[in-house]
């Protein structure tokens, strides 16, 4: 259980800064005039490029459908 807790916490963390360090992407993924498809489809490549477990998957999936991805920073700093 701790490994899988490790493992959502460091993908959640590189998502995160992959997110933040990228000002385009950041745009794109805070503005709420962005569909969810188009958010889906990029957080998915990103998603395949890590390997990412399922359950960060469908997490940032949820953030994204609630349009929380602006909070993504202060869910990584409450998990850590």
């Known amino acids: 259980e701790n490994k899988v807790?490790?493992?959502v916490l460091e993908q959640i963390n590189l998502i995160h800064q992959i997110?933040?360090?990228e000002s385009?992407?950041?745009k794109f993924m805070t503005s709420p005039?962005?569909?969810y498809k188009d958010k889906t489809n990029?957080?998915?490549i990103?998603?395949?490029k890590i390997k990412a477990v399922p359950i960060v998957q469908r997490f940032l999936q949820l953030?994204?459908?609630h349009s929380h991805t602006a909070n993504l920073a202060k869910?990584?700093?409450a998990y850590e």
Request: hydrophobic letters at 55%.
């Open 33 to 35: 005039i962005i569909p």
């Open 42 to 44: 990029i957080i998915n």
């Open 19 to 21: 997110i933040s360090k």
């Open 5 to 7: 807790q490790e493992q």
């Open 75 to 77: 869910i990584v700093q």
């Open 63 to 65: 953030l994204i459908l």
């Open 46 to 48: 990103l998603l395949k």
């Open 24 to 26: 385009e992407v950041n």
